[in-house]
């Protein structure tokens, strides 16, 4: 059962070893309510719950603090039990997927709940952290394109700094930590520093974007392979020539900004100019949207629907499977590749 109460300031007695109570402290505060924290039963007294409405005991063993317990009974004081803190002192990379709670795993939704503080980026999804991560400190270190709020070496010396006060830190990233996320960087730092470090993948944008726009990525039939590649920098000829000769999907993140020399490089290494090319704007938020066109046509059509960054390419066959094919603008498009 699961209830919600305002604590705005109430009284609530943790009772705990520090450590294990360090997040029930934290959570309790955060809800606005004025923490008692008792650190061993030798020092509670039932003075203590004096103008108390709730206790809650922090404690692995079901019938500790039998002292409390008892007063709780005698007063009419709510006790609450629940399970200590993990031990604290290192860092866990979490993929949070494409922005959708939804798309979080299990791994990220316990992590987040045992973090005592948590780092997030802009594209993670941080909407409801609060609720996620009730105990945990929020720290915004987003970075908007161009803008660099804290830099990569600020990050990854707060993460560290962090988990060697004892904190159970998790970095929160969008999609998967190990999909152009950094996420290999910050695992390295951590390591280097002593710091244990571990990965929690998560659903990349790479694949559930496209999903969220009616496009598989594969498709039997049509195509048995896809590649996924950064536009952050433009692409060299021999990656277009390759890319361009493989005959799969290619998908691109990061590709707003490098799409006319993507479009053109893959043009001069002989790729269908009909080619269907979509771009998915801000996947799985109500403002999701989807251009679709050919590979000669994007650049116009991108241009015109004045298409913006978070944003997913795709370039391939599998194009003429987005949702509103039959209808819209992709019924046009099977037209003129004879499709
Ligand atoms: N680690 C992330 C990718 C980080 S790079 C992952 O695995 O998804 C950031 C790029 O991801 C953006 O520029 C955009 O191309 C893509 N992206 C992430 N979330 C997106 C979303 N909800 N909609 C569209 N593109 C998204």
């Not at 790729?271 to 999701?288: C, L, T």
Request: glycine fraction near 14%; charged fraction near 20%.
């Amino acid at each position: 059962m699961q209830l919600t109460a305002d604590l705005t300031g109430r009284h609530v007695l943790v009772a705990g070893a520090h450590d294990e109570a360090r997040r029930a402290v934290r959570r309790f505060a955060g809800a606005g309510a004025i923490v008692r924290p008792v650190s061993s039963p030798e020092h509670f007294t039932p003075e203590l719950l004096d103008g108390a409405v709730l206790a809650a005991v922090v404690s692995a063993d079901d019938g500790g603090w039998p002292a409390l317990a008892h007063a709780c009974g005698e007063r009419g004081v709510l006790l609450v039990r629940e399970v200590p803190a993990l031990p604290g002192g290192c860092v866990t990379l979490v993929g949070g997927g494409p922005g959708t709670e939804d798309l979080l795993t299990v791994g990220a939704l316990h992590a987040l709940r045992e973090a005592d503080v948590v780092f997030f980026d802009r594209l993670a999804p941080h909407a409801d952290l609060p609720r996620l991560a009730p105990g945990a400190e929020l720290v915004d270190v987003g970075k908007q394109p161009g803008h660099h709020k804290v830099t990569q070496r600020d990050i990854e010396r707060l993460m560290i700094e962090s988990a060697k006060a004892g904190n159970n830190v998790v970095r929160l990233k969008g999609g998967d930590p190990y999909v152009f996320g950094r996420g290999g960087e910050e695992a390295a730092a951590c390591a280097d520093a002593g710091v244990p470090v571990s990965v929690i993948s998560g659903v990349t944008s790479a694949i559930s974007v496209p999903a969220a726009a009616g496009i598989p990525v594969t498709h039997r039939g049509i195509s048995h392979m896809f590649t996924v590649v950064s536009g952050h920098q433009p692409l060299t000829d021999a990656e277009h020539e390759h890319l361009a000769g493989l005959g799969g999907t290619v998908v691109v993140l990061m590709g707003v900004g490098t799409l006319p020399q993507l479009t053109a490089g893959l043009r001069r290494a002989g790729m269908r100019p009909d080619m269907p090319v979509a771009v998915v704007e801000r996947g799985f938020s109500d403002s999701q949207r989807t251009t679709v066109s050919t590979l000669t046509g994007i650049v116009t059509a991108a241009g015109a629907a004045r298409v913006k960054s978070p944003a997913i390419l795709v370039i391939g066959e599998v194009v003429r499977l987005a949702d509103g094919n039959e209808a819209g603008q992709l019924a046009g498009l099977a037209e003129s590749v004879g499709a």
